[in-house]
C-alpha cells in the first residue's frame, strides 16, 4: 500500500530523554506538543485514557483520569516525578484498553508502532465517544526521527481512519484542514 521506508521499532527511555531534551533545546516537551496537550486539555471531556504517555510531561499539562505507555520504566519515571496521575503500562498493539474511557488521546507516539492498523484499531475500541492523534505529516519517504517507525502524509494516515467520521486539524489553532495539507504535526480526532 504504501512504499515509504519503515524503521524498526525502538524503545525509547523517555527519562533520559527529559535530560537530554533540556539540556539541547532548552525545553523537556516540543513546543508542538506541548500546545496540542494545551488545547486537548479543553476540547477533550469525560473520562480521558492517554496512550503513549512517555515521562509523563504531556500528562501533567492534561490531566487524563489515566496515562499509559508500553515501557514499565517510562511509567515508574512518570509515576516518580506525577504521583496524583494514575499511570499504567499499555501495549496499544496488542488489545484495547481494559475498560472504555469516553475520550482516547494519544500525541506524538503513532509513529513509534509498526502496526499502525492494530494500534488505531485499539484506540478506537478503548473509546465511547472519540480518539485524538496527532502525528507527523511527513511527505518524505523516509522517517524524520530514528526512533519513528513511520511517518505518513495526511492523505496516507486517513487511509487508516476510514470508515471512521473524523477531522484533520492544525496542531496549533485547531482549525479544520484537508487532506492535502502541509502542516506538521496534525491532529487528528475521530468521531464515534
Known amino acids: 500500500m504504501f512504499k515509504k521506508k519503515m524503521n524498526p521499532e525502538k524503545e525509547q527511555d523517555r527519562a533520559f530523554d527529559f535530560y537530554d531534551h533540556y539540556k539541547r533545546f532548552g525545553f523537556i516537551l516540543f513546543p508542538q506538543s506541548k500546545k496540542i496537550y494545551e488545547n486537548l486539555r479543553f476540547e477533550a471531556e469525560g473520562r480521558i485514557l492517554e496512550a503513549g504517555c512517555g515521562n509523563g510531561v504531556g500528562s501533567y ?17 512518570a509515576k516518580e516525578i506525577y504521583p496524583r496521575i494514575e499511570f499504567d503500562v499499555w501495549d496499544i498493539t496488542k488489545d484495547p484498553w481494559k475498560e472504555k474511557y469516553d475520550t482516547v488521546i494519544c500525541v506524538e507516539t503513532i509513529e513509534h508502532v509498526t502496526d499502525i492498523k492494530e494500534a488505531i484499531k485499539n484506540l478506537v475500541a478503548s473509546a465511547k465517544k472519540d480518539v485524538w492523534i496527532s502525528t507527523p505529516n511527513n511527505q518524505e519517504e523516509t522517517p524524520s526521527n530514528p526512533f519513528h517507525t513511520r511517518e505518513y502524509s495526511a492523505k496516507e494516515f486517513v487511509e487508516f481512519l476510514k470508515p471512521h467520521k473524523y477531522e ?3 496542531w496549533d489553532t485547531f482549525k479544520k484542514l484537508d487532506e492535502n495539507t502541509k502542516v506538521s504535526p496534525l491532529v487528528y480526532h475521530i468521531i464515534l
Open 61 to 77: 499539562i492534561l490531566e487524563p483520569r489515566l496515562a499509559t505507555d508500553i515501557l514499565e520504566s517510562n511509567i515508574k519515571f
Open 168 to 170: 484533520i486539524l492544525h
